[in-house]
């Protein structure tokens, strides 16, 4: 069974920093893309970024560069969302994604999805 189950979210301060993690079981996902969306409430998913392990690339929406990196660590099958200088607007679930095929910032192209993981940023 194909799972990724994302960690580290949580209540947090405007301002601080949050590392969130995502783990992928049931088959090696070296090769696949890897990513991040988020979605707050009353609001449509948001395109955060995505890794691209075949190229070794990192894609990034426009509003996202700059504040959220992402990192990978193949040896654990796991992909990192970096953010700095959390804002209320952050507040969101974020859900970690994969694909075999496509680097995308369209959520229809992930055939996976985590269950997601509350970042909840306090004034």
């Known amino acids: 069974q194909v799972q990724l189950v994302e960690s580290g979210g949580g209540p947090v301060q405007a301002g601080e920093s949050l590392r969130l993690s995502c783990t992928g079981s049931?088959?090696?996902?070296?090769?696949?893309?890897m990513g991040w969306f988020r979605q707050a409430p009353g609001k449509e998913r948001e395109f955060i970024a995505v890794?691209?392990?075949?190229?070794?690339?990192?894609y990034y929406g426009d509003s996202m560069k700059g504040r959220f990196t992402v990192s990978r660590d193949n040896t654990k099958n796991t992909v990192y969302l970096q953010v700095i200088n959390l804002k209320p607007e952050d507040t969101a679930v974020y859900y970690c994604?994969?694909?075999?095929?496509?680097?995308?910032?369209?959520?229809?192209?992930?055939?996976?999805w985590g269950q997601g993981t509350q970042v909840t940023v306090a004034s």
């Open positions: 890794s691209d392990w075949r190229e070794n690339r990192t």
């Open positions: 994604v994969a694909d075999l095929y496509y680097s995308s910032n369209d959520p229809k192209m992930y055939d996976y």
């Open positions: 049931g088959r090696k996902f070296s090769n696949y893309a």
